[in-house]
């Protein structure tokens, strides 16, 4: 899934978003961001847009084709963290009940 990703200078970049839960993700990345870097993320889930702060955490490991980053959540929107909530439980169920989900990438008009 891509996420969407804006610098508080403004510049905006998208990524790989590898894995996500409710306190925050992991991204893969061509190039790290620093440690304590504030960015706004956002990503389309099948139920609604989530869209939030975070801070990026210190560079996880390298792989092959870049580079895994975690991040955690510092501020989401209520209906941001509904919206997460309910996509996660979705792909809960469905890994569960054996389905596959497809992968969805973030509009163009995300931010």
Do not use: C
């Amino acid at each position: 899934m891509l996420a969407a990703i804006r610098f508080d200078d403004g510049q905006r970049s998208r990524e790989k978003l590898y894995s996500i839960s409710v306190t925050g993700g992991l991204l893969k990345l061509a190039k790290p961001f620093g440690h304590g870097d504030f960015v706004e993320i956002g990503f389309q889930t099948k139920v609604g847009t989530v869209i939030g702060m975070a801070e990026m955490l210190s560079p996880a490991r390298k792989a092959t084709d870049g580079t895994l980053q975690p991040f955690r959540f510092i501020a989401l929107g209520d209906d941001d963290h509904r919206n997460l909530r309910m996509a996660l439980q979705s792909v809960s169920d469905q890994s569960y009940l054996g389905t596959n989900t497809s992968q969805t990438s973030p509009p163009k008009s995300l931010f």
